[in-house]
């Protein structure tokens, strides 16, 4: 009888550190992707005055404490803060934080190393305008 009570003790366990374990699991998952940006299109509208370029605009937020990759955009970017606050860098470039109200600009050839939330604690939200190749994508990564 000793020898069950001790099995079922240890299943017990087993158990209760299998669900543990997936429930972190489950945790640390959201967590990473609730770190990625979430990116809208506003609109997009043809330069007709300029064959071939688009302008698109579209928001960004981050959760508090998210970041984006480092990446560029191939494009003119025009970055204006609508709430939290934002860290910036390009490449060869000064970091900077940016409020509500303030903005930051990205070249065509612009790496952009550093753009994340200044606070673990609030989101961030901005709104960029892009001068683009039409069709060409919005977001390049960089290795």
């Not at 959201?30 to 509208?45: G, H, I």
């Not at 688009?54 to 404490?65: K, Q, R, S």
């Not at 480092?70 to 390009?90: D, F, K, T």
């Not at 900077?96 to 673990?120: C, M, N, W």
């Amino acid at each position: 009888m000793k020898h069950v009570t001790y099995r079922r003790s240890m299943r017990a366990k087993h158990l209760v550190l299998t669900l543990l374990l997936s429930v972190s699991q489950c945790l640390i998952s959201n967590t990473l992707m609730a770190q990625e940006p979430k990116v809208t299109s506003l609109m997009s509208k043809d330069l007709t005055e300029n064959p071939g370029k688009e302008l698109l605009m579209i928001t960004v937020e981050h959760a508090p404490g998210g970041s984006s990759p480092i990446h560029r955009h191939n494009a003119h970017a025009i970055v204006y803060v609508l709430e939290g606050s934002v860290v910036m860098q390009v490449k060869g470039g000064k970091q900077v934080t940016l409020t509500p109200g303030q903005t930051f600009y990205e070249g065509p050839d612009d790496v952009h190393i550093v753009g994340r939330s200044a606070d673990k604690t609030k989101p961030a939200k901005f709104v960029v305008f892009l001068i683009k190749d039409k069709g060409a994508p919005v977001f390049v990564p960089v290795k």
